[in-house]
């Protein structure tokens, strides 16, 4: 059954790719399968289009792919204290 399952949401992401709903769901069916690395990248892709609008659910995934030993998209490019690094200042003329 969860092959059909995964099946079915590795279509329905294809058709409706900005579906995030649809990844969501699709990480946790990879998951349930012990298909890590596609369930983190699932999951990385409901981040990219949830960009906070649920910060509940963002909370909870960004959790999940650090469970699975993945690194959340919302944490790319953060320094190892979780801030963001500081910006260079422009080249002066």
């Known amino acids: ?19 995030a709903a649809g990844w969501f769901d699709l990480g946790f069916m990879y998951k349930q399968d012990h298909q890590n690395d596609k369930a983190i990248a699932a999951f990385n892709k409901y981040l990219e289009l949830n960009k906070g609008k649920d910060a509940g659910g963002q909370k909870r995934i960004e959790d999940e792919v650090g469970a699975l030993g993945g690194t959340p998209v919302t944490d790319a490019g953060k320094t190892p204290g979780g801030k963001a690094p500081a910006k260079k200042p422009a080249p002066k003329k």
């Open 1 to 19: 059954m969860l092959p059909k399952a995964i099946a079915e949401y590795e279509t329905a992401t294809t058709l409706e790719p900005g579906n």
